[in-house]
């Protein structure tokens, strides 16, 4: 039987000087959208981020480079409105393009 309100104690760890903690394990979100796969639905991804807030991941990674037109960032925010945001730490990349071969680049 599983115990929907239970939250496992993920050990967690600080960034930097000004006070941020996080889970020590993150959800890096790439592959949710298709970056590395084929993509999940967002009713489908949502549920993995849940599960893994769940089993006590608080820091989620996205960039708006996972999938088409910042699918995955969409993905997550769905996702975000479902969980006490205040317990959720977010880290996103921008300013990547995507170049001919599977190459990227920063924009300079």
Same mark, same amino acid.
């Given at each position: 039987?599983?115990?929907? %309100? +239970?939250?496992?104690?993920?050990? !967690?760890? *600080?960034?930097?000087?000004? %006070?941020?903690? &996080?889970?020590?394990?993150?959800? /890096? @979100?790439? /592959? =949710?959208? %298709?970056?590395? #796969?084929? $993509?999940?639905? +967002?009713?489908? /991804? @949502?549920? &993995?981020? !849940?599960?893994?807030?769940? #089993? %006590? &991941?608080?820091?989620f990674d996205t960039s708006d480079i996972y999938g088409e037109n910042h699918d995955n960032e969409i993905l997550l925010s769905k996702a975000l *409105?479902? =969980? $006490?945001?205040?317990?959720?730490?977010?880290?996103?990349?921008?300013?990547?393009?995507?170049?001919?071969? /599977? *190459? +990227?680049? &920063?924009? $300079?």
């Amino acid at each position: 039987m599983e115990d929907s %309100g +239970h939250i496992i104690q993920m050990p !967690r760890v *600080k960034l930097g000087s000004q %006070g941020l903690e &996080v889970s020590r394990l993150g959800l /890096g @979100c790439a /592959g =949710l959208s %298709g970056y590395y #796969n084929d $993509p999940l639905s +967002h009713e489908a /991804g @949502c549920s &993995v981020i !849940r599960e893994a807030f769940r #089993n %006590g &991941v608080t820091f989620f990674d996205t960039s708006d480079i996972y999938g088409e037109n910042h699918d995955n960032e969409i993905l997550l925010s769905k996702a975000l *409105k479902e =969980l $006490p945001r205040a317990k959720v730490q977010l880290a996103t990349k921008f300013g990547i393009m995507s170049l001919e071969g /599977g *190459k +990227h680049a &920063v924009f $300079p």
